[in-house]
T-cell receptor, first 112, second 114 residues
Framework: NAGVMQNPRHLVRRRGQEARLRCSPM?????VYWYRQLPEEGLKFMVY????????ESGMPKERFSAEFPKEGPSILRIQQVVRGDSAAYFC??????????FGEGSRLTVL | AQSVSQHNHHVILSEAASLELGCNYS??????LFWYVQYPGQHLQLLLK??????LVKGIKGFEAEFIKSKFSFNLRKPSVQWSDTAEYFC????????????FGKGTTLSVSS
């Protein structure tokens, strides 16, 4: 059973460009979570999705950030018009209905 | 608001020393509690979890944690650390209802010298 797959592992963007991060949950998992990790700040919750629905987006910045989890295909975290402060590691996790979260290896975004 | 506080930012120990990492949470309801570990360059892995029952939980690699409800704490312990335990440790909490997100503490970096 493959784990949570994230791609790309590393992404470099210039200020103003768009970044798209993809996450394929573990087989049988219908819950996806996105977290951002900054040095010495731990993991900050961003958004929690189930198939085609956003359950909790209380951690998402109000502008430029969006997330989706379509019926078919991976979950996408989209950052428009990136700025240097968006540079971070973005982790995706998935879970079955209840229980522990299983994490992917993360996508490291660098904004030049 | 839900929050998790990890008191120690960086802990340095020698091999065979005992370890205790503090974790306190703030949450208005029944909780599920977790400790995750992140080894250098790797993704987060679950060490142990508490949902209900015996408040002393055993995890992998000799780790254990004790849930003390009256103190809102879930401290992580290991009687004798090894060099390979060098990693970052995260405490996390969420409500036990479906549809609640997992909230993490800021993490504790453990450095073990051989």
């Amino acid at each position: 059973n493959a784990g949570v797959m994230q791609n790309p592992r590393h992404l470099v963007r210039r200020r103003g460009q768009e970044a798209r991060l993809r996450c394929s949950p573990m087989k049988g998992h219908s819950h996806v979570y996105w977290y951002r990790q900054l040095p010495e700040e731990g993991l900050k919750f961003m958004v929690y999705l189930q198939k085609e629905n956003i359950i909790d987006e209380s951690g998402m910045p109000k502008e430029r950030f969006s997330a989706e989890f379509p019926k078919e295909g991976p979950s996408i975290l989209r950052i428009q018009q990136v700025v240097r402060g968006d540079s971070a590691a973005y982790f995706c996790a998935s879970s079955p209905d209840t229980g522990e979260l299983f994490f992917g290896e993360g996508s490291r975004l660098t904004v030049l | 608001a839900q929050s998790v506080s990890q008191h120690n930012h960086h802990v340095i120990l020698s091999e065979a020393a005992s370890l205790e990492l503090g974790c306190n949470y703030s949450y208005g309801g029944t909780v599920n509690l977790f400790w995750y570990v992140q080894y250098p360059g790797q993704h987060l892995q679950l060490l142990l979890k508490y949902f209900s029952g015996d408040p002393l939980v055993k995890g992998i690699k000799g780790f254990e944690a004790e849930f003390i409800k009256s103190k809102f704490s879930f401290n992580l312990r290991k009687p004798s650390v090894q060099w390979s335990d060098t990693a970052e440790y995260f405490c996390a909490v969420r409500g036990n209802q479906a549809g609640t997100a997992l909230i993490f503490g800021k993490g504790t970096t453990l450095s073990v010298s051989s």
